[in-house]
């Protein structure tokens, strides 16, 4: 079955920097959109970005652009996210998901806390 | 941005019952929408593909339908396990935008 795992989310101070990553396992990575969602605390469901297979075109909300920076790497089948700028704003769990457009599989998430 | 309007944004049902939910978008989206359903501490699970594609595995009791703006998840008789939370997911244009949640509860 289709697993996607996050990891690299913790507690950070605002202006901080953090990468998370997502590794993923049994389809093939390289044929796929690949996008990050996230979910603040109590909150709903927020789209962050997605990139082409190829990863030639990526898209932000936003609220993150110029601060985030979706990437991908096929050849270790691994989705990554850097977060520089941090803002208490971006708290939330961050799943990873497959696909661009009817996105499907979704990771566990992983937790960003940004606090002082 | 396209902006996705659920309602309602909670109701209360028991076992058996026929739920819809509604997510209108602020301009046409053509049927590229989906749904999704997150329980307590879990991660979202995909209902429903291009409005009305049942993804694989997902029960038949679960039904999409809609075009344009208007959209309808329907659970034609709710199960137990069917107590959740429900968003719908406009991939039509960038940013993505989901609605804003239906908490289904039980009566």
């Known amino acids: 079955e289709v697993q996607l795992v996050e990891s690299g989310g913790g507690l950070v101070q605002p202006g901080g920097s953090l990468r998370l990553s997502c590794a993923t396992f049994?389809?093939?990575?390289?044929?796929?959109?690949m996008t990050w969602v996230r979910q603040a605390p109590g909150k709903g469901l927020e789209w962050v970005a997605n990139i082409k297979p190829d990863g030639s075109d990526r898209y932000y909300v936003d609220s993150v652009k110029g601060r985030f920076t979706i990437s991908r790497d096929n050849a270790e089948n691994s989705l990554f996210l850097q977060m520089n700028s941090l803002r208490a704003e971006d708290t939330a769990v961050y799943y990873c998901v497959r696909g661009g457009g009817g996105i499907d599989y979704w990771g566990q998430g992983t937790l960003v806390t940004v606090s002082s | 941005d396209i902006q996705m309007t659920q309602s309602p944004s909670s109701l209360s049902a028991s076992v058996g019952d026929r739920v819809t939910i509604t997510c209108r978008a602020s301009?046409?989206?053509?049927?590229?929408l989906g749904w999704y359903q997150q329980k307590p501490g879990k991660a979202p699970k995909h209902l429903i593909y291009a409005t009305s594609s049942l993804q694989s595995g997902v029960p038949s009791r679960f039904s999409g339908s809609g075009s344009g703006t208007e959209f309808t998840l329907t659970i034609s008789s709710l199960e137990p396990e069917d107590f959740a939370t429900y968003y719908c997911l406009q991939h039509n244009s960038y940013p993505r935008t989901f609605g804003q949640g239906t908490k289904v509860e039980i009566k």
């Open positions: 301009q046409g989206i053509r049927n590229d």
């Open positions: 049994r389809f093939t990575f390289r044929n796929y959109w």
